[in-house]
């Protein structure tokens, strides 16, 4: 167990090359789960090598209990990494590769063999200890991968796409004893994951990258519902985010945007308060789930014909043209109309968000209470 | 290619191919053979009949006799070579090791110098070397002849393993820092065993190198300890008395053999070992 800090992590492969990682600031408290994202070869792994000691960096603070530990040797660290390319030792038997950490650290025989029998057991290779890798699929490569950290007890576990390469089913009973054990063991982590899923349901923190930058450091649940720019907006959740390109009129205290379909019309008021938002070019962001089947009687519907649906079976996606943009929302299956029929549709507009068109920044929500604005914390992590 | 999967058999184009390959293999096999048949015969039947026939009287005098003349220097050359090849052979290994995993500042431009030594002609490095071994007080010693021996085949070996190295994923040595393994843990028991092919690949170069010198064997040895080489060139070129031609048959048998020991032992593993690291592993 232990904190783990970043204070304006730098990192660049080589002069000349652009920096990989830049002003990386973060911060996780004893046994918290930090789930990193971001689209491929935004720095991730290149993360991880620093904290691990791997690589090292080019600027800033590595603090683990709040002592620095970024010149200290990778050995000495007490990390623990399962590595995105598994990097299993091809010579030696799953078993072999299972025990190399605990012997080099001269643990007890008897401690070691029930060590790995444990890890053996939560990641269903007992069959498999015998073998080399290369006579594994590469499922089982990745779980022996995870084993080989596992068997340690480290200070901190870094996890680098652990399951990215097991069956749908496999990976949710894995997603699902990770979460067990870290229950158990409440070893800090830090865990690489492309799976929403994961990311959503593992983490206690969630860092979204782009371009080495971090874009948002929060819990689950404000990444989710009061992300800080478009970038994140859109890559957290599953189907995305719709964006709609809307100019507001109105005035101050009542703005409202118009919402266009080949059916109809309607000017959807916004919570937008004070600001001077005349004219300018915004993005209304709305969840899928956040366009609903309008009841008898709502004053606020829009009528749009359905276009494409797409069942996914326990929702199913309905597409429709708002504003000249697609547009996807999710229904019930029993509930959701056919192609080619028409649909009115409601909006949660107190969940909408509004984005600045040309920064891509999200526009403050007017604050109602004052709880709801401790989402602000968010705000500070945020990359310049 | 598909039609010579497709149509089994003797079709035209076949039997030229296996004609083409079996005159390939007479031209390479006819002077062993001529040197067999000639080590076992007696020096009457060489004078008498041609090159290709059989013995009259199967004689395994040449052989003894050889022997018995290039016994001391067999052992010369086994005492030179066995200890070249393997310290060659774990030095380049080693050399191949940093150069791959541990870069260090200025390691591309090492590796580039060393590289020349691939193409440094014997001679260029006779003088220097003479005079090297003569202030080491090496000259004219069978530890001098390991030495140079050791210096110049490095170019090599080094080549040989770092190049399978470089197609080692680094990563494989990130986990075993991470697992605690140091710099010699991980070499011995990560990576060593995996090079067990381009091991092989090195000691059968060197070997073959090593053992065929004669260059080196003729400047930096004299007397007693000259390698093999040397004291068949000097059997052969005697210029008393009869020629013996089975006598030095045999002798040039005696030492090509060990060569060809070794490819037969260790061949499998040469050709694996210039293809390693072609295919995923
Ligand atoms: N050893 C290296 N030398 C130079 N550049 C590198 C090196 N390793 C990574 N990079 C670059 O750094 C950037 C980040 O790479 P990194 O592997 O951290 O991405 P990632 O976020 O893990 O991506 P993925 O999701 O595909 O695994 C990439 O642009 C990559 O090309
Ligand atoms: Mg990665």
Redesign the interface.
């Known amino acids: 167990m232990a904190t783990l800090e970043l204070r304006n992590v730098n990192k660049t492969y080589g002069s000349g090359l652009p920096d990989t990682l830049k002003d990386i600031q973060l911060k996780i408290a004893e046994g918290e789960f930090l789930i990193l994202v971001g689209p491929s070869g935004c720095g991730k792994s290149t993360l991880m090598n620093c904290i691990a000691g791997l690589e090292n960096i080019s600027g800033g603070a590595i603090l683990v209990d709040d002592a620095d530990i970024s010149q200290m040797s990778p050995k000495d660290r007490d990390i623990a990494m399962v590595f995105q390319s598994y990097a299993l030792y091809p010579t030696m038997t799953v078993r072999q590769n299972i025990e190399f950490g605990l012997k080099i650290r001269k643990v007890p025989k008897a401690q070691i063999d029930q060590e790995v029998e444990r890890v053996a057991k939560l990641l269903q290779i007992e069959h498999l200890l015998a073998r080399k890798p290369g006579q594994l699929s590469g499922g089982q490569q990745q779980r022996v991968a995870m084993g080989r950290a596992l068997a340690r007890r480290p200070k901190i576990y870094l996890f680098d796409e652990p399951l990215s390469n097991l069956d749908a089913k496999l990976r949710v009973e894995m997603r699902t004893e990770m979460k067990l054990m870290h229950q158990r063991l409440k070893t800090t982590t830090v865990y690489v994951t492309h799976d929403q899923i994961e990311a959503m349901t593992l983490g206690d923190k969630v860092a979204v990258m782009k371009d080495g930058i971090i874009q948002q450091f929060g819990t689950p649940k404000e990444i989710y519902s009061e992300p800080a720019n478009l970038f994140v907006a859109s890559f957290i959740g599953s189907p995305p985010m719709n964006f709609i390109p809307v100019k507001p009129a109105g005035g101050r205290g009542r703005w409202h945007v118009p919402l266009a379909t080949d059916l109809g019309q309607l000017s959807l008021p916004l919570a937008a308060g004070d600001a001077d938002l005349d004219q300018r070019e915004l993005i209304l962001g709305l969840r899928p789930e956040q366009l609903a089947l309008a009841a008898e009687g709502d004053s606020a519907v829009l009528q749009a014909r359905v276009e494409v649906t797409e069942p996914t079976g326990p929702d199913t996606l309905i597409f429709v043209t708002i504003n000249g943009t697609k547009v996807c929302c999710r229904l019930a299956p029993d509930l959701a109309p056919a192609v080619g029929e028409m649909l009115k549709l409601s909006f949660d507009a107190g969940k909408a968000l509004l984005f600045d068109a040309k920064t891509g920044e999200r526009l403050a929500r007017e604050s109602k209470t004052p709880a709801e604005g401790s989402a602000g914390n968010v705000a500070q992590f945020r990359g310049r | 290619m598909t039609s010579a999967v497709l149509k089994p058999g003797l079709t035209p184009s076949r039997v030229l191919i296996y004609a083409v390959l079996i005159l390939a293999c007479l031209m390479y096999l006819v002077p062993l053979v001529v040197m067999l048949l000639t080590s076992f015969k007696t020096p009457e039947d060489i004078n008498s009949g041609n090159l290709l026939t059989l013995p009259h009287v199967f004689s395994t005098l040449g052989w003894v006799k050889a022997w018995a003349t290039v016994r001391g220097y067999f052992w010369n050359s086994v005492a030179i070579t066995v200890p070249a090849v393997l310290i060659s052979t774990a030095v380049g290994a080693l050399n191949g090791y940093v150069l791959s995993m541990w870069r260090f500042r200025g390691s591309q431009l090492f590796f580039g110098l060393l590289l020349f030594g691939c193409f440094l002609p014997f001679q260029a490095v006779l003088l220097p070397a003479s005079f090297t071994l003569g202030k080491m007080g090496l000259a004219n010693t069978t530890a001098g002849l390991v030495v140079v021996h050791v210096v110049y085949g490095l170019a090599f070996t080094t080549l040989f393993f770092r190049n399978f190295y470089v197609s080692v994923?680094e990563?494989?040595v990130?986990?075993?820092?991470?697992?605690?393994?140091?710099f010699f843990?991980i070499f011995g028991?990560?990576l060593l065993?995996?090079s067990v092919p381009t091991i092989m690949v090195c000691v059968i170069w060197q070997f073959t190198q090593i053992w065929n010198d004669f260059l080196f064997g003729v400047v930096f040895a004299s007397g007693d300890a000259q390698p093999i080489t040397v004291a068949l060139n000097n059997l052969v070129n005697t210029t008393t008395g009869v020629k013996e031609y089975n006598v030095d048959m045999a002798a040039a048998m005696i030492a090509g053999l060990p060569t060809l020991l070794v490819y037969v032992l260790a061949g499998k593993y040469f050709l694996r070992g210039l293809t390693a690291g072609a295919v995923k592993?």
Not at chain 2, 174 to 182: F, N, P
């Open positions: 994923p990563a494989l990130k986990a075993a820092r991470l697992d605690g393994a140091g843990t028991r990560v065993p995996m592993g």
